[in-house]
Structure formats: structure tokens, C-alpha cells
């Protein structure tokens, strides 16, 4: 049974970092590629960075160039580190893998 769990959400002031982490059992992700997904209130969850197998990532482009998706295999961790933070990133945070979701983390950028 896969099982991801999402860690390191929070509130921080715009132009702040955060980085939300990924554990996962019941898998390995080093041989699936992960996404990283965001939902706020009456939108649809919609990716924000991913991993292949082979360590290749790409964004979103409202991300690109702020956010960096990696992955620990030793931990079976995958990190999203956010720098630059905006308000409008604000939103719960999931991370998804092969059909399976975790239960979120809050990421809020105000002041």
C-alpha cells in the first residue's frame, strides 16, 4: 500500500522560502516519477513540478526558476524547496505518485 505524507508547510512573509517534504512507503521514488501539486479553494489541483525516474524536472512556469522538486533516495523523500514566495502560491501543497495522493500541507505567504 503506497502512503505519501507531506510535511513543512507553514506561513511565511512574501519573498520567504519553505521547503515541504514527501516521505513515502509502499514505494519507491526513485523508480516512478513524482509530482508536486498545489489547490487552492474552488480551483482545480493543478502540478507544479515533477521528477522522473532518470532525475529530469520540469515547472510550471509560474514556479519555474523559484521552485526545485529533488529527491533523496536513501530517504525515499522527495523535496520541493520555494524561494521567492508569493502571495498567489499560497494554497495546500500534495504530493502524488502513481494513482496515489497524499492528505496535503498548507503553505500560506502573507504579511
Known amino acids: 500500500q503506497v502512503q505519501l505524507v507531506e510535511s513543512g508547510g507553514g506561513m511565511v512573509q512574501p519573498g520567504g522560502s519553505l521547503r515541504l517534504s514527501c516521505a513515502a512507503s509502499?514505494?519507491?521514488?526513485?523508480?516512478?516519477?513524482m509530482a508536486w501539486y498545489r489547490q487552492t479553494p474552488g480551483a482545480e489541483r493543478g502540478a507544479v513540478a515533477w521528477i522522473a525516474t532518470n532525475g529530469l524536472t520540469d515547472y510550471e512556469d509560474s514556479v519555474r526558476g523559484r521552485f526545485t522538486i529533488s529527491r533523496d533516495n536513501a530517504k525515499n523523500t522527495v523535496y520541493l524547496q520555494m524561494n521567492s514566495l508569493k502571495p498567489e502560491d499560497t494554497a495546500v501543497y500534495y504530493c502524488y505518485c502513481r494513482g496515489s495522493w497524499g492528505k496535503g500541507t498548507l503553505v500560506t505567504v502573507s504579511s
Open positions: 509502499g514505494i519507491r521514488l526513485n523508480f516512478n516519477t
